[in-house]
């Protein structure tokens, strides 16, 4: 079958364009839809929102890392999450990088390699609302705030928390920001101050932005530092404290889905800001929205959560401790439905000690309602209360 082509090409022979698809040279080619849709039509007959469990998702059989490795998840999580056309368009940057040949028999079939058509000729429009959500206290008031990114304008915007689960007037604290994407907050320099984490879409550079305790603008945070290089392969970047040293690491997925922890030195030293990775998991390859709450259960240890291809989101408890795959404990499932969700955010946002999410709902590419979670307290979360519009 040609999924198994498909299969092979994008997780084994072509995996350095999975990890820096914008640095690899490769046959510039584009398709009209008429043809993507025969491709679409042999991969997985024409069903563009069929999710069979297979690692391979949407109608054109998108492996999930070369979706998120291409810019997939400005539309969706997942492929089959994704509109047909915003399907086509990630599947339009794939060609252009490794050719026909990722989709094997099916792409030479459809006579994807030559047909040079532009499936839509007219700029698609920018992604509609907020992305790359993050929550920490960037006004020193002990109160949880939200950054994210305007993918329409760049800008980046502050929404400051009130410390009852909802968030005051927005302020902007940055330009240019549309270069930048996984954004992650926690106080990664030991200063006291919340500080941002950012990955440049073009080198893989993995950037920390020191938070200066206020927000004051375009003042909000200071000079940024590169900590590290080859990010562009890693998704769904979440910060906790895994071993409770009271210093913030870090959490990501790799391509082929391994967990990894990176343990925070607690000071801003350049490369050695975070310390030598771990493995602390498996199989997280079909896992999105990673994000951690804090504290789920009341245990004192910080906890992770992350949604499923089936809309199910699990809390993974953590051990209080750097150890490997017993660093996270087995999972519990605390949510059905959640693929109608994205952008998931997690922080105690009311002050009362117990982790809490924040999500929005929106349709796939458009702006939405965001809701507040709060946390039980006992590992799930309580009936949810719309926050803000336009997410």
């Given at each position: 079958?040609?999924?198994?082509?498909?299969?092979?090409?994008?997780?084994?022979?072509?995996?350095?364009?999975?990890?820096?698809p914008?640095?690899v040279g490769?046959?510039a080619?584009?398709a009209?839809?008429?043809?993507?849709?025969?491709?679409?039509?042999?991969e997985?007959?024409?069903?563009?929102?069929?999710?069979?469990?297979?690692g391979?998702?949407?109608?054109?059989?998108?492996?999930k890392?070369?979706?998120?490795a291409?810019?997939?998840k400005q539309?969706?999580?997942?492929?089959?999450?994704?509109?047909?056309?915003?399907q086509?368009?990630?599947?339009?940057?794939?060609l252009?990088?490794?050719g026909?040949?990722?989709w094997?028999?099916?792409?030479?079939?459809?006579?994807?390699?030559?047909?040079?058509?532009?499936?839509y000729?007219?700029?698609?429009?920018?992604?509609?609302?907020?992305?790359?959500?993050?929550?920490?206290?960037?006004?020193?008031?002990?109160?949880k705030?939200?950054?994210?990114?305007?993918?329409?304008?760049?800008?980046?915007?502050?929404?400051?928390g009130?410390?009852?689960?909802?968030l005051?007037?927005?302020?902007?604290?940055?330009?240019?920001w549309?270069?930048?994407?996984k954004?992650?907050?926690?106080?990664?320099?030991?200063?006291?101050?919340?500080?941002l984490?950012?990955?440049?879409?073009?080198?893989?550079?993995?950037?920390?932005?020191?938070?200066?305790?206020?927000?004051?603008?375009?003042?909000?945070?200071?000079?940024?530092?590169?900590i590290?290089?080859?990010?562009?392969?890693?998704?769904?970047?979440?910060?906790?404290d895994?071993?409770k040293?009271?210093k913030?690491d870090?959490?990501?997925?790799?391509?082929?889905?391994?967990?990894?922890?990176?343990?925070?030195?607690g000071?801003?030293?350049?490369?050695?800001?975070?310390?030598?990775?771990?493995?602390?998991g498996?199989?997280?390859?079909?896992?999105?929205?990673?994000?951690?709450?804090?504290?789920?259960?009341?245990?004192?240890?910080?906890?992770?959560?992350?949604?499923?291809?089936?809309?199910?989101?699990?809390?993974?408890?953590g051990?209080g401790?750097?150890?490997?795959?017993?660093?996270?404990?087995?999972?519990?499932?605390?949510g059905?439905?959640w693929?109608s969700?994205?952008?998931?955010v997690?922080?105690?946002?009311?002050?009362?000690?117990?982790?809490?999410?924040d999500?929005?709902?929106?349709?796939?590419?458009?702006?939405?309602a965001?809701?507040?979670?709060?946390?039980?307290?006992?590992?799930?979360?309580?009936?949810?209360?719309?926050?803000?519009?336009?997410?």
């Amino acid at each position: 079958m040609s999924k198994r082509t498909l299969a092979t090409t994008l997780a084994t022979a072509s995996l350095a364009v999975v990890l820096s698809p914008l640095l690899v040279g490769g046959p510039a080619h584009a398709a009209s839809v008429a043809t993507w849709d025969k491709v679409a039509q042999c991969e997985s007959t024409g069903n563009w929102q069929i999710n069979t469990g297979n690692g391979y998702y949407g109608g054109l059989q998108i492996y999930k890392p070369t979706w998120d490795a291409y810019g997939g998840k400005q539309y969706a999580s997942y492929p089959h999450q994704a509109t047909k056309q915003q399907q086509i368009l990630i599947a339009e940057k794939i060609l252009a990088g490794q050719g026909a040949g990722a989709w094997g028999s099916c792409g030479a079939g459809a006579g994807l390699g030559g047909d040079a058509a532009a499936p839509y000729p007219d700029a698609p429009p920018a992604p509609a609302g907020l992305v790359h959500l993050a929550a920490a206290d960037f006004t020193g008031d002990t109160k949880k705030d939200i950054v994210g990114i305007d993918p329409a304008t760049g800008k980046l915007w502050l929404y400051p928390g009130n410390g009852n689960g909802a968030l005051g007037a927005r302020i902007q604290i940055g330009t240019g920001w549309s270069a930048m994407s996984k954004l992650v907050t926690a106080d990664f320099t030991g200063d006291g101050n919340a500080d941002l984490l950012a990955t440049d879409n073009s080198t893989g550079g993995l950037f920390v932005y020191p938070g200066t305790g206020t927000a004051a603008g375009a003042n909000t945070l200071g000079t940024r530092t590169q900590i590290g290089s080859g990010w562009g392969s890693m998704r769904d970047l979440a910060s906790l404290d895994l071993n409770k040293d009271d210093k913030p690491d870090l959490v990501a997925v790799d391509p082929n889905g391994a967990l990894w922890a990176y343990p925070g030195s607690g000071a801003l030293n350049g490369n050695g800001t975070l310390g030598a990775r771990t493995q602390i998991g498996s199989g997280w390859g079909s896992m999105s929205e990673l994000t951690s709450p804090g504290d789920l259960t009341a245990d004192g240890k910080a906890d992770l959560v992350a949604v499923d291809p089936d809309g199910r989101l699990w809390s993974y408890p953590g051990s209080g401790a750097l150890s490997g795959t017993a660093t996270l404990g087995a999972r519990t499932q605390i949510g059905s439905g959640w693929d109608s969700m994205r952008q998931l955010v997690g922080a105690d946002f009311n002050g009362d000690g117990k982790g809490d999410l924040d999500a929005v709902q929106a349709p796939s590419g458009s702006a939405g309602a965001l809701y507040f979670y709060p946390g039980s307290g006992s590992g799930g979360l309580g009936a949810r209360t719309q926050i803000g519009t336009g997410w």
